[in-house]
């Protein structure tokens, strides 16, 4: 009598419907924040062709994984037998080019903690590291862990040199006392240990459901391939994160700035209202969306309204509850007594009538001409309006050695 076969074991499904929390990948160029998301996450999130050519970070790139502990006490990104589930991450590519900062700064607006990396061949702290940090710093984001990377390409003294030089720099900040871990991404040595620093020293923020949804777009595109039928057109995506609130298929949104047109030869912006129709995280379908990890929303929105990022720094509530569009902002500066990001001890000069500042807050970036300077204020026009609470922190860069260098932030007082 032939012998029936046993069925697979079935895979244990993933108490996790999507990621808890965004946690951040930043630092200098080429520090290997790409190689170590991949060995976390197994994807490489550098996928724009230009990006691929030119072998850095040019776009927020996403990615998700779960963390175990395996019953010998290990953590891993790979689920074993007897290991136990974690959580879920979504981890945030941000760009460590200097001249891409105002990415890395719409990236830190949906970053709930961050990794910094360090490469332990080079002396710390290079231009944009110190630049990263800063970011943070104004960002609010108050949980990092230091990742010392590259230790396989320096010797043992020189990995505690440099090690040293990690700790003197984090000194004099919020963050002097961030655990430091050694690993080799391209080796995949140390994971483990980072894993572990990472759910204990990056904890999961208490979310509210109950408040207005406020997601934050990060990126915009039209999924349809070339060719495609009209009567098999998906509308618009848009992806970013939900910071608070709740988000459900079927749900009426509305997006501010929203899109821009041309009306008796000016440029105006349009909020657009729409309805989602589907939500994605990662490669999963969910009804209903919470805060924590960035999402895809599918809406019913004409794709060529949303294609190449055209969307990109809007923000989506419910109609109604979205906060103000600011077409000029005054601003409460607090200025840093010196610029960051570039290689000269340069101090931040009073801001000046007519200067062109960037300006970044939630996920956008405009720039802001100065038009008016009382005590305390500034006031300026901005070349492309953004939506944000009375409130909000808004990061302040200017124009230093031909590059936009960060140098305080500003709270928007009224517009």
């Not at 984001?141 to 030089?165: C, F, H, P, R, W």
């Not at 500042?357 to 953004?386: D, F, I």
Request: aromatic share 4%.
């Amino acid at each position: 009598m032939a012998q029936r076969k046993k069925a697979p074991p079935e895979k244990k499904k993933s108490v996790f419907l999507q990621p808890v929390i965004n946690i951040g990948m930043v630092g200098h160029v080429d520090h290997g924040k790409t190689t170590l998301l991949e060995r976390l996450s197994g994807k490489w999130s550098d996928t724009h062709s230009e990006e691929i050519k030119r072998g850095i970070t040019i776009r927020l790139g996403y990615a998700n994984t779960t963390f175990y502990k395996t019953k010998d006490g290990s953590y891993t990104t790979k689920e074993e037998k007897d290991s136990v589930e974690l959580r879920k991450i979504s981890f945030v590519d941000a760009p460590g080019h200097e001249s891409l900062m105002a990415t890395m700064l719409a990236g830190a607006t949906i970053m709930d903690g961050a990794l910094l990396l360090v490469a332990a061949n080079e002396k710390c702290p290079q231009p944009q590291t110190r630049e990263h940090l800063k970011a943070l710093e104004i960002s609010g984001i108050k949980n990092i862990v230091v990742v010392q990377n590259k230790i396989d390409l320096v010797s043992e003294q020189d990995a505690m040199k440099n090690y040293e030089q990690i700790k003197a720099f984090l000194s004099n900040t919020m963050f002097k006392d961030a655990p430091i871990i050694p690993i080799s991404a391209q080796h995949r040595v140390g994971i483990s240990a980072l894993i572990e620093a990472i759910e204990k020293f990056i904890p999961t923020p208490e979310r509210n459901e109950n408040k207005e949804p406020f997601f934050v777009v990060a990126r915009s595109f039209d999924i349809n391939k070339p060719g495609t039928e009209i009567d098999h057109l998906v509308g618009g995506v848009l992806g970013g994160s939900l910071l608070s609130g709740k988000l459900e298929i079927g749900m009426d949104i509305e997006i501010r700035p929203g899109y821009k047109v041309i009306e008796k030869n000016q440029e105006i912006f349009r909020p657009l209202k729409s309805k989602i129709v589907g939500i994605k995280s990662a490669n999963d379908s969910i009804e209903s969306a919470l805060p924590g990890g960035s999402l895809g929303i599918l809406t019913a929105l004409d794709p060529s309204v949303v294609k190449s990022d055209k969307l990109t720094g809007s923000v989506v509530s419910i109609p109604g509850k979205l906060p103000p569009v600011h077409h000029t902002m005054i601003l409460e500066p607090a200025l840093l007594d010196r610029v960051v990001g570039s290689e000269k001890n340069i101090p931040v000069e009073h801001v000046k009538m007519n200067e062109a500042l960037m300006m970044n807050v939630n996920s956008a970036s405009t720039v802001g001409v100065v038009t008016e300077l009382k005590k305390g204020k500034v006031k300026c026009r901005l070349k492309l309006p953004v939506c944000a609470n009375y409130g909000s922190r808004v990061a302040l860069s200017r124009m230093v050695d031909n590059r936009f260098r960060l140098i305080g932030f500003g709270t928007i007082l009224e517009s």
